[in-house]
């Protein structure tokens, strides 16, 4: 049975029967015109929207539904943690074509409310609509933040250290050995990073409350677009050991084995979701949030510089040029 | 030029730079990860989302650039509205076909935060994403209200009337004017109602501030679906009368002319976004609302019924079954 046998209401019906109970903290939830929710304490709240598109952000070919599911709700998670808020609820807008199979919404909603649930995420709301055109699922995460507490692209400053999460370029590869007919056997933790990637947001959270970091991003666009952000809003260079890069092995593998740069495949390639901070120098307060949060590992890349225009790569004792950030108006790498 | 030869990340800043500056109240406003916002002291979190799809809600030949903009912030300020919540921000996820002209993704923006100033919404953030598809503006609004005085779909009681604001029928009638080409003198109050709805936001409010009503939803989807909305998450009936409909008079001069029934066709047809109340009998309170918000005018068109099965139009003395409401995924009427 399609969305479009079903209709609307009664699609509507059976998901909202799938959805978890909310939290305490939603006094509305799903079904109204709107969700009503109590606000945390004395904190800030804090918003944000993202959304994935068939055939530009994946293909049903590689995805299944649940992973749909669980990537619009991530990216939306890593934009949070980047701001070092606590996810608390999201809504979720379905922008559905008439011939999916109602199982497959289903799925794609089981698979949202599954890492939803991870985190204590409340589901609150939403709205389904039709299409002549691809699959859109858009989600919006709210969140709380301590006053003052939260982190901007702004803050670095020049001596700051750069630090990131986790590895690079394993979301890219993954997407890569996706699209390769040949690949027999593609390396499973790229590809997990290209179909389920995890959102940092204990991480983020701990660099936010404990002061551990002036400036963060999220790498959604790939590392050189996360140090072109920063350096933008902070008026900062920035300066990258390529030495130091913490690649995912699966990725450089993949890529030695077809002649491409491992270095600029994993400065270039986005769909990360790892976080970039600018931390201060001897910076106390990060050993102590690595001490609380083991996983994932951080890794310093490289300092941040006085002057804006100055973006480099060292390698081998000599700088190369940043390359621009991933385009999402041109063709995918 | 087209978003595609611009790029995202181009076209992103020429869009930040045309906001309005927005309110005190945010704190981390729009081109960050997210926003972060202070909330309303002492009040509740309201949100919602709703999308709108060209070639479903809205096609070009009939919508302006600005008429979209402000048709799909405008459903949005409608739900909130019809929760009795003051809208404060938005979210705005623009899903871009590659060949759109930047200049019109311009004026769409534009359309939006002029609507958006005019009620004090601060548009904190969002997302530009390309599509292979039909363009979809997926708009998230947030606001407050104070405890206890929001209003649901499940509050009413039978012997409550039912009360809705200003006129219905206009919206449908203004697309049957847009999509016949034998229409030469379209009625502009229609076609107004169909392209740029008004939220009945000052109204919400003081309903439910005044606690003038028990329940409330918005005729996003029709008369006869809002009653049956409120009907199933009441548990009550109802009975419409049919001499007392507040149908748009061109849109009734129009189906009389084409041999339409208008009560029917202004019972079914949707997009108005009046709001629709249950408010008890005799209601001392509902008089003092009318009494500070004059416009839009309200009339009193029916009663709550005990049997939630009794779902009926009364006609010249003589009961006939509300029709079904609206179907989202079915042809448009």
Partial sequence: MTVSDLGEHALLGRLLARLPR????????????????????NERLVVTTDAVVEGVHFSRAHFAPADIGHKALAVNLSDLAAMAATPQWALLSLVLPAGWPVSDVEELVDGLTTLAVRYGVSVVGGNITRTTGPLVVDVTVGGSVASRKWLTRSGAVAGDEIWISGTIGGARAGLEMLSDPGSRIPDPVCIAKQRTPEARVRLGVAMGRGRAARAAIDLSDGLADGIRQIGAASGCGARID???????????????ARGVDPVMAAVTGGEDYE??????????????????????????????LKDPSELVVERDGRDEALPPGYEHFENRP
Same sequence: chains 1, 2.
């Fill in 242 to 256: 390529a030495s130091a890069l913490p690649t995912e092995p699966g990725a450089a593998a993949w890529w030695q």
């Fill in 22 to 41: 909310p939290s305490a903290q939603v006094l509305v939830g799903p079904g109204d015109d709107a969700a009503v929710l109590a606000p945390v304490r």
């Fill in 275 to 304: 976080l970039l901070f600018a931390v201060p120098k001897k910076g106390g307060r990060l050993r102590h949030v690595r001490r609380h949060v083991a996983n994932p590992v951080m890794t310093r890349i490289g300092v941040w």
